[in-house]
């Protein structure tokens, strides 16, 4: 059975690599861009299942980002380290993909994580 892949969109690298460890905790496969390449690059090379995208990335803010989403069939969970919420929730709602907020309502993120990604 060929494994679930999440691409990891975050900005910094400690972030990256915390997220990695849920999405393995959620029994996904992490995987992440090359160093420098573009965010639409690495769907297009990864053609990942999910996608953990941090709202304040650029590529939440990107139409070749999310051409490049469609085009992989890859779904989009964008996510909000903190506050504030309002951007991230409008960009949600006009790109139509899941969101959640960290800490949100007493769930930890690694429950938040496996939570969004269906597991």
């Known amino acids: 059975m060929e494994a ?3 691409l990891i969109l975050v900005r910094d690298i400690l972030g990256g690599g915390l ?3 849920l999405v393995e905790d959620a029994d996904r496969q992490p995987v992440f861009p090359i160093p420098g390449e573009r965010p639409e690059s690495a769907v297009e090379r990864l053609r990942p299942s999910w996608i953990l995208l941090e709202c ?3 590529a939440a803010r ?3 980002f999310f051409a490049a989403v469609g085009a992989a069939s890859s779904q989009v969970i964008l ?3 903190a506050a504030p919420w309002q ?3 409008e960009i949600a709602r006009r790109r139509s993909v899941a ?3 960290h800490p949100g309502d007493g769930q ?3 429950d938040l994580v496996r939570q969004a990604l269906g597991g």
């Open 19 to 21: 997220f990695g460890a």
């Open 79 to 81: 996510f909000a380290p």
């Open 108 to 110: 930890s993120l690694s």
């Open 62 to 64: 990107s139409d070749p």
């Open 87 to 89: 951007d991230c929730e």
């Open 4 to 6: 679930v892949t999440v």
């Open 99 to 101: 969101a959640f907020l």
């Open 56 to 58: 304040y990335h650029p």
